[in-house]
């Protein structure tokens, strides 16, 4: 075995696609290895790449292929032979294909009976024949959407390819990729070594395009710029913002980063410093440098692709492109503070939110008056809440956001900070607003958090469900891929500022009032009963892959699901009816959260599976009753020791569990009824519900239900039952 080396070169890749690329290559080429049966040693392999080149090295890999086994199967002996024993068309047909005279064929036989097949055995092919091959494969493999031409070529890539390294151990392996020969002269840093590079071997090639100023290796890249960013931003007296996204797409344009500490005029820092970060990480790629009280200074970071000889010209070029950019921010920053959020305000009313939903005002008045009613289940201010609604849209019509989309929320707070016209607020109210306004947009990714303050998540809150609401009466619910109005984020995001906020308002309640306060009217799914129906099922149908991601099957989540109660209107008391006993009229979502928590709990004891597994068989028995259950228990119609002992140990269970339902503490539930196990095991082994004296069956039937609602009033555990 030797070591293996590819390397494509290439002019500069797309550098948000390059990680992606070089797995893609990476796992191409170890798939055409396995695939062709060649055997190989990764050892700590992974992608390599750097602006200008993708390769993969191997530490070791076979010369050659193991010997090449065949067997083909041919036609069954009474359609191969005629009835002389003489062959047929059939296996002349065969033998000529396989190339041998049909006396050399075997025979095996299969279910069918006997027939013939061809064997043989071949040496197989050398490595280095099917290196070129391999590559080539793992090239088409690919995903490259709009791949590029170059030259009078045919072939395409995702940026013209100009070298070729192909060796395995000390050896060129002799190929053509895309027009590429190969060799082993690869390529070297552009500027600080701008000639080829000799590779004596697979496992020289890191070290030779080190010395030749390239990093190939991304973790070491990573870690360089890093190392680097940090210690310039000791050197100028503060540390340094790495955010990753920006690392990733640094490490992406370098192959041998070099730190430049530059420096803007402070008078800039009047502005916000979320406008002055996104311009300096999302526009230009440099790494702010925050003082020691995490505030932005007038210091950043630029990784240059070089050690320039004259490090003060780089420095000057970063601080000349950044500059513009903090002039117009400052401008706009200026100018919105001199229109004032009142001004920003009225605006709204002349800017179309969704044609069937009327103006973004009109949305900011719905909002306004859900946040108003929210805000005292939680003890918040309702007027304060009112307000931070009323005022969370107006940074849209600023001219800060109008550049700076990303600063929604953000340009807000700062507004409201700043204006005089709030000058009635105290302080503390005019802090809580404005951190409301920003938080009402948490969480703003995957990952996120909920916004931190109550009133943050009663403005959260309220600006989901009229988003939700807004997108089913418009008739905008997601199909397929399509989410124009991103409602599974926005359900996603109520849902877990709701549970992790300890919000623990009724969930249908917030959804009617949001729907009836749209000015288009929906119509309910033909598989719901109500248009707040559905959109309930949407808001929890989100929470599967929460839970999911958390560790929770979709057998206990569907468990909870079936005992979660609707409260409200015409669907709220039918779902009531249905029920099971001691269900939460609560039916809010930290309700669901801790019964879920609890179940999962359950599932874990040793009783849990039998216990399910006797409330499914207790739940078909009872389904298959003609007309109304019996709820009347009669224990003079006890006639085995089974059934009395199980009637004692549920009276008991539902005396314990009582208080227990009633405090929400579904642990202690759940844990006091898997005590119930040996007298309902049994129960089932003894007893004979379905007995033929009426009275007797009836008074069972009583006991079953009694039993088979207390084991379902925290989760419908049937469903952990296989």
């Not at 948000?16 to 290559?25: D, E, N």
């Not at 080429?29 to 695939?35: F, I, P, R, T």
């Not at 030779?208 to 070491?220: I, M, S, W």
């Not at 000058?423 to 948490?442: C, F, N």
């Amino acid at each position: 075995m030797l070591p293996l080396l590819v390397e494509l070169g290439t002019e500069e890749l797309p550098v948000k696609a390059l990680p992606g690329l070089a797995q893609a290559f990476f796992d191409g080429v170890l798939d055409g290895l396995a695939k062709r049966g060649i055997a190989f040693d990764r050892g700590a392999a992974k992608p390599l790449y750097s602006p200008r080149r993708l390769a993969v090295v191997l530490p070791a890999v076979a010369v050659e292929q193991p010997e090449q086994h065949s067997e083909v199967l041919g036609p069954y002996l009474n359609i191969a032979l005629d009835a002389d024993g003489q062959p047929t068309r059939a296996l002349a047909g065969f033998a000529a294909k396989a190339g041998v005279e049909w006396t050399a064929l075997e025979k095996t036989t299969d279910n069918k009976g006997e027939r013939f097949v061809h064997r043989s055995r071949t040496p197989g092919a050398r490595t280095a024949e099917l290196l070129g091959e391999i590559v080539r494969e793992a090239i088409a493999a690919m995903p490259i959407p709009k791949p590029m031409r170059w030259g009078a070529h045919a072939h395409g890539f995702a940026r013209p390819v100009h070298w070729l390294v192909l060796m395995l151990g000390g050896e060129i392996v002799d190929a053509e990729v895309l027009g590429a020969r190969s060799d082993r002269m690869s390529r070297g840093h552009r500027f600080m070594h701008d000639k080829p590079v000799w590779i004596g071997g697979a496992d020289d090639y890191v070290d030779a395009l080190r010395g030749a100023k390239v990093l190939v290796d991304p973790e070491e890249r990573r870690a360089r710029i890093v190392a680097e960013v940090e210690a310039a931003a000791r050197n100028a007296g503060g540390t340094a913002r790495i955010d990753d996204g920006i690392l990733e797409e640094v490490n992406g344009l370098v192959e041998w980063p070099k730190a430049v500490v530059c420096s803007f005029e402070r008078e800039f820092l009047a502005v916000p410093q979320e406008a002055l970060i996104a311009t300096m990480e999302t526009n230009q790629k440099f790494f702010p440098v925050l003082d020691n009280e995490s505030r932005l200074s007038e210091h950043f970071v630029g990784i240059a692709n070089i050690e320039s000889k004259d490090e003060a010209e780089v420095r000057k070029g970063y601080e000349r492109v950044i500059r513009p950019r903090f002039s117009d921010a400052k401008f706009f920053f200026v100018e919105d503070m001199k229109q004032g959020l009142a001004s920003m305000n009225e605006g709204l009313a002349t800017v179309t939110y969704q044609k069937a939903l009327g103006t973004v005002a009109d949305k900011v008045a719905r909002v306004a008056a859900l946040a108003e009613a929210i805000a005292p289940q939680v003890g918040v201010d309702a007027a304060l809440a009112r307000r931070a609604a009323q005022l969370s849209k107006a940074d849209l019509q600023s001219r800060l956001v109008g550049e700076f989309p990303e600063l929604q929320g953000i340009a807000g707070r700062h507004y409201v900070m700043q204006d005089a016209a709030l000058s009635e607020l105290s302080l503390e109210q005019r802090t809580a607003l404005a951190a409301a306004i920003d938080e009402a947009y948490m969480p703003r990714f995957a990952g996120d958090a909920i916004a931190p303050s109550k009133l943050g998540q009663v403005l959260a809150i309220a600006e989901r469900l009229d988003t939700l609401a807004g997108g089913f009466a418009a008739g905008l619910k997601p199909t397929g891929n399509k989410d124009p109005f991103a409602l599974r984020r926005n359900a996603l995001g109520l849902a877990r500022t709701l549970i992790e906020g300890g919000v623990d308002a009724a969930l249908d309640p917030l959804v009617e009032a949001a729907l009836d306060a749209q000015p288009a009217k929906p119509s309910a799914d033909s598989n719901t009963e109500s248009a707040a129906t559905d959109l309930r099922d949407f808001i929890l149908d989100r929470l599967r892959g929460y839970y999911a991601d958390q560790g929770v099957t979709p057998q206990q989540f569907e468990a909870v699901v079936q005992v979660f109660p609707v409260v409200g209107g015409s669907a709220g008391a039918a779902s009531a009816a249905n029920a099971p006993a001691g269900a939460s009229s609560a039916g809010s979502l930290p309700d669901f959260d801790r019964r879920l928590k609890a179940l999962v709990e359950f599932a874990a004891l040793p009783e849990a599976e039998a216990l399910a597994a006797a409330n499914k068989r207790s739940r078909n028995i009872l389904k298959k009753v003609e007309g109304e259950v019996p709820t009347a228990i009669n224990p003079a119609l006890f006639s085995d020791d089974a059934e009395r002992e199980l009637a004692e140990a549920v009276d008991a269970a539902i005396a314990d569990t009582d208080p227990l339902l009633a405090a929400r503490d579904y642990v202690a539930v759940l844990g006091r009824l898997a005590r119930l196990r040996p007298q309902v095991d049994r129960f089932f082994d003894e007893v004979m519900v379905n007995a033929d004296d009426p009275a007797v069956r009836a008074n069972r039937l009583a006991l079953l239900k009694r039993l088979s609602d207390r084991l379902g009033s925290v989760a419908a555990i049937e469903h952990l039952s296989a």
